[in-house]
DNA sequence: CACCTGACGCGTA
DNA sequence: TTACGCGCCAGGT
């Protein structure tokens, strides 16, 4: 069961994401102490939706890809805020080189 | 309690 | 490279 401190770590993890630089839901789960908590960062982002301050978009999959239906406008959102802070696509995927960052 | 559903991850084929 | 299976965690029926 998470309490508010594991999702205000989570939380305080996603706010710590530069910009410019993604992260995995795997990451930010291990990071915030939560390692297998990935589903969980993914179900506190859907709650978020847009009305936060937060760096939603610089949330990504393990595959390197938008968790998201590609036609979807919340998937062209997120596609259109990661470009504008200079990262790269290749098709789909996002170039690796803007992974794994340090705290 | 039993199932089902997700913005997940990883090993295998 | 794509496709599955299985494990993972939280919430909703």
Do not use: C
């Not at 993890?13 to 992260?23: E, K, T």
């Not at 789960?29 to 982002?45: D, I």
């Not at 936060?52 to 979807?72: C, D, F, Q, T």
């Amino acid at each position: 069961m998470p309490n508010t401190a594991h999702r205000d770590a989570i939380l305080f993890v996603l706010a710590s994401i530069p910009g410019g630089r993604v992260a995995t839901y795997g990451q930010i789960a291990r990071l915030a102490g939560q390692p297998g908590g990935a589903r969980y960062v993914g179900h506190l982002l859907s709650a978020l939706s847009g009305k936060s301050v937060l760096p939603w978009h610089r949330v990504i999959n393990a595959a390197g890809r938008i968790s998201l239906p590609k036609e979807s406008d919340a998937y062209l959102r997120q596609k259109a805020l990661l470009s504008s802070e200079g990262i790269q696509f290749i098709g789909e995927k996002i170039s690796l080189r803007v992974f794994q960052w340090r705290i």
